[in-house]
Structures are given as C-alpha cells and as structure tokens.
C-alpha cells in the first residue's frame, strides 16, 4: 500500500524549479487541454508537451522574482508562444483562459496570455491589460471583451480567469473574485492559434508591453465554478507534482504497514489551506 | 519514535559518485542542433546500476570554455528510454531545433554571459531519474554553438533516508 501525502505549503510561489506533471486526479485538471508552465528556464506545455519559444528575434532574459523565477518580460520586448495544438483549434464554450503574473510597471493596451492568430489583432480570447488599474478579458476576437478596473496590479501576484459558460455568457475572474459578465457569443473558429504569452501576434510582436512575469497560462475545455477560481488564485500549483513532492509519498508507503483503521474524506479547502490524502 | 526524515550524506551528498552523462558529444554543436549521448555509460546507454538505483538526480553542465548563450538560453534534456533493456529506444532522429513530443526530464537554463571552462550551470531542480535503460537526448537551445571542447553533462544520484 502507498499512502501518498502532499506535504507542500500551498500558496502562490512557485514551490520547486524542477519539472512537474499534471496531477489528473485532481479536480482543477479535468478538462485541462493547455497548460503553459514556466519552469524558470523556458516554458513548457505540460498537457502537449511542446516548449515555448520567442516569436520573433527578440529574446527574453530570465530573472527572480518572489513568486519564482522564469521569463522576465520587458515592455517592447520578447514574447513565447507555445506550439499549435489541434486541441484549440476552435474556441467554443465551454471554455476557460487563466494566467497568472507579477508586473513592475503598468502595461498599455498589452496582453499577458492569449491565443493568438498570425494578425496583429486576430486572437480569440485573451488576458490583458490597458494600464495598471484597466483589465480586460477578451472574448470572440474583441467582440465580447469584459473590460473592469482593479487596484494597482503592480508589484504583486495576481490572477486572470475568463470563462466561456455558454453562447450566451461570459465571466471574467480577477484574483478569484467575479468582476462583471457578457451575453455575446465567444465562439471562434482559429485553425491556426497558438497559446502566446506578451504578444497577440503569434509570430510577430504587438501588446507586448509587460513588464516583470508570467508564471503560467492555462486553457480548460469546461467553464471553471468560482469556487474553482478562487482557488486557482490562492494554490495556483495544486495540480501539479513534482519530483520532490514524491519523495515524501515514497517515504510514507515504506513506514505505513498496518492495516488501515481509519478512513480519511477525499479533500478538504479552507481556502488558504488545502490537504489531499489518497489511499489505495 | 519520532524519526526524521533526512538527506543521505552518501559522498559529498551523493550517494554515487557523479558521472558523466555527455562529454565529447557536446563538442561544438551548433544552435538548435540535437544530439544523442554515445560516449557515457556502455555506447551511451545507461542503466540503473550507473544511477546506482537511485530515483532523483542532480544534472549539471561543466563548462569546457567560452562561449556567450543568448538571453533566455537553455540546454533541454530527454532521457531516451528503451521498453526492451536497451535494444530499442524512443525515437531520437529528430531535425535540428525539433523538440521530444513530451516535457523534457531537465534543462539547464543560462544567463546572457559568457561562460568560462569549469564554470557550473545546474539543471532547473530535482530531476527524477528513469527506471528504464536510457540514452540521453540533448537539444541545444543556447541560441549558440557550443566552444569546440571539454564541456560535460553530469549526473549526481542523491537519496533521502530516515
């Protein structure tokens, strides 16, 4: 018997530099069709496998930030994009774009993450931003975007979350927190889009006014609950294993040899605090 | 009794000694290209007695001289597994800047500085080694080529103990 336990502290920093994969038990990863994670080296597409790289002849430099290392983007710099994957070829709801950042300096009319068409402004649905306190979340090309305003986002961790509930509604998430819906249509039709982080142009460079980072940019084939985006925003890496996580489950399996006289609840979340214990 | 859970001290914190992964293959090769190990272990190919059955794994890159990565550079690394011992092995014969269809195990990222011989870049975290016998599958993603010698992709076994 293996009693994995997820011994890590949840939270919004990054907790390892190596390479994790996807937990699929866990609920947040159904349906998870793009996940774009910054590694502190490059980006990888833990669901495709792909690895990012610059859309055009501009690099991006790495550095150190609270919330983990990675890209570090410059306002009218470089921007990844992940490689095209058939999973997204056509953005129907329901859907749901996420990702999460760290910025210094306020962004003008740029994006954070997007899927993006070969055009300068031919993207289906996106996170952005037109200043320090404008955000936008884009739907069905700019057709639908639900646009709100927010506290400074400098200088700290937040998260973007739009959902494509229906053909008939939208919602936009901002740390966890709704901030306003839409009633257009988000459906799109994009042979050719690919997840694209500081650009809308998948091959070229326009928005890519961010600066500081972009730890992950997520795409799901369900419409995430609240409560799901809440929780994207406090433990953002509840999903993900990594290789030290399982040192401590291999460690548990080798000491637990008596038989189980208890029963412990699938998960249980404060919100701040989770803790997932599996017996099998 | 309460007992901790503690790093094994093994040799320097290795509980085998390091070896090398990759040596003379890395010997000038250009940006974007890929390479397979053939010179480490037997031909290239390594088993669990070389990771000393160990299941995680420090990787470094040894610097055998000069040469300038671009901003955001970074080898990947792929352990090329083989179902049957090693007869067979995932495909490898991938054209130039062509990624494994899957994450990689490791990259080694490095800064927009020039690199001295002995210098130590080490991979992003933890690297999980595989069960299976293995080659190894490097991509050059540096942005440049390789100085023409004395570079190495090592391998520490660590364990934990309680």
Partial sequence: MQLPVQLRQPGKVKPYGSIPRINWRHPLAKNLAVYGYDVGGTVIDLINGGMGFTTTATAVGRGASRFGSGYKYTNGGGAVRLPFTPRINSVAPPFSIACSFFVTSAPASGVFFCLADTSAFGQPIYCAADSATAMRQGFNNGGADITYTASSILNDYHTMIGVGVSTSSTIAYFDGVSQGTGTTDPTVSFPTAAPTFNSFDLDGLSGNTTSGFLYYGALWTRALTASEALQLHLDPYCFLIYPEDEIFSTIVGSVVTAPQTFTFGPRWSDGEFSTEIVSY | ?162
Avoid at chain 2, 51 to 73: K, R, S
Avoid at chain 2, 142 to 150: I, K, Y
């Fill in chain 2, 1 to 162: 009794m309460a007992t901790n859970f503690l790093e094994a001290a093994g040799t320097s914190g290795f509980i085998a000694t390091p070896f090398n992964l990759m040596t003379t293959e890395l010997n000038a090769l250009a940006s974007t290209a890929n390479v397979v190990s053939s010179v480490g272990g037997t031909s290239g190919v390594f088993t669990q007695t070389n990771f000393a059955n160990a299941i995680w794994g420090e990787v470094q890159f040894l610097a055998g001289g000069a040469f300038t990565p671009a901003a955001g550079g970074y080898i990947a690394g792929w352990f090329l597994l083989s179902p049957d011992g090693g007869s067979t092995f995932e495909r490898a014969n991938y054209a130039s800047a062509v990624d494994l269809p899957r994450p990689p195990d490791f990259i080694i990222p490095f800064a927009n500085v020039a690199t001295a011989a002995n210098d130590v870049f080490m991979a992003s975290g933890l690297v999980r080694l595989p069960w299976w016998s293995t080659k190894l599958y490097i991509g050059n993603r540096t942005g440049v080529a390789l100085s023409a010698s004395g570079h190495v992709i090592k391998c520490g076994p660590v364990a934990i103990q309680y």
